[in-house]
Every structure is written in structure tokens, then in C-alpha cells.
């Protein structure tokens, strides 16, 4: 089950990269990075919220599956940075 909810957050997750990564740089002419940089910010401060809440609650293992690997994990790719940067 847990393969499900990374593959659901994964669907979520990288199409909003794309829109945020655009959104950003449409607005900020610059030659550096921005919507990269914000992409890569809030997604480690959302994924440390997660496992921040999963370490002091008793959760599923979806949450973390879906929102922490999933979401995160399709959210923020390391592989743009690299090639931005």
C-alpha cells in the first residue's frame, strides 16, 4: 500500500514543481535559479514538518510515504538543480 501513496504523492508532486519552477522565474528575470531554489526550500521545510509530526505522533505510514517520499521526493528533484546550476 505504501508504493501507492508514493506514486499518488509523486503525481502531485511534480507537476507542482513544474508550476511553481515556471511561475517563479516568469517573474524573476535572473540568471539564477530562483523557482529551483524556492522549489528546494519549501519542500524540505514541508518535509521536515512531516517527519517532525511522525516522530512525535503516532501516524500511518501513509502519511510519510505519500507526503514525505511522494510529494517531497517529486517535488524537489535534484537532478534540475544539477542541471541549473
Known amino acids: 500500500m505504501s508504493v501507492l501513496w508514493v506514486c499518488l504523492g509523486a503525481a502531485v508532486g ?5 508550476l511553481t519552477d515556471t511561475t517563479i522565474q516568469r ?5 539564477f535559479p530562483w523557482g529551483t531554489f524556492v522549489v528546494n526550500a519549501a519542500g524540505s521545510l514541508v518535509l521536515g514538518v512531516v517527519i517532525g509530526i511522525a516522530g512525535h505522533q503516532t501516524t500511518s505510514g501513509a502519511l510519510v510515504a505519500g507526503v514525505g517520499v511522494g510529494l517531497c521526493g517529486g517535488f524537489t528533484t535534484y537532478s534540475t538543480f544539477a542541471y541549473e546550476t
Not at 511534480?14 to 513544474?18: C, I, S
Not at 517573474?27 to 540568471?31: E, G, L, N
Open 14 to 18: 511534480a507537476p507542482l514543481r513544474y
Open 27 to 31: 517573474r524573476v528575470a535572473s540568471p
